[in-house]
């Protein structure tokens, strides 16, 4: 199947590629179906491209590649609501705000996006109990690639 975007070209994919999003993605809670596409021109982000809306893609990026010790809890529930049955079904990847300007490049942290790839579902969740910030310049440390 091809998606022909406003921003992004035309994007190919199969059905074996949709996530599904139950509850949409905050922002966007009437959009259920994405799927995740590497930008071809860095290697760095991902989009996370709605099907049911071609204007709608969300720029995406590790957040392994900023802090290496990046880490939250998932509780029991919500891993049940996921179907994760071992860490390797998990996928993660945080919202990028871009900017002209390379230092004001953000990545928010506080709002991680959880895919479960074994089952093409997944979920953009709030971390109330941590202290990441939502605006972490992207380029601060070191970039691993």
């Known amino acids: 199947m091809k998606l022909n975007t406003k921003c992004h070209g035309i994007?190919?994919?199969?059905?074996?590629d949709i996530i599904v999003f139950?509850?949409?993605?905050?922002?966007?809670?009437?959009?259920?179906?994405?799927?995740?596409?590497?930008?071809?021109?860095?290697?760095?982000?991902?989009?996370l491209h709605s099907i049911e809306d071609s204007n709608i893609g969300i720029i995406a990026a590790s957040p392994f590649n900023v802090l290496r010790?990046?880490?939250?809890?998932?509780?029991?529930?919500?891993?049940?609501?996921?179907?994760?049955e071992s860490m390797e079904d998990i996928f993660i990847l945080n919202t990028v705000t871009l900017n002209s300007v390379l230092e004001n490049i953000t990545i928010n942290l506080k709002a991680p996006i959880?895919?479960?790839?074994?089952?093409?579902i997944g979920e953009q969740l709030i971390l109330d109990k941590?202290?990441?910030?939502?605006?972490?310049?992207?380029?601060?440390?070191?970039v691993s690639c």
Do not use: M, Q
């Open 11 to 16: 994007l190919e994919y199969s059905e074996k």
């Open 114 to 120: 959880v895919i479960n790839i074994k089952e093409n």
């Open 69 to 84: 010790n990046y880490e939250f809890e998932l509780n029991e529930d919500k891993a049940a609501e996921l179907k994760i």
């Open 130 to 142: 941590v202290e990441y910030p939502i605006k972490y310049p992207l380029f601060k440390g070191e």
């Open 22 to 47: 139950k509850k949409g993605i905050p922002g966007f809670e009437h959009l259920k179906r994405f799927i995740l596409v590497p930008t071809e021109e860095n290697n760095l982000f991902y989009i």
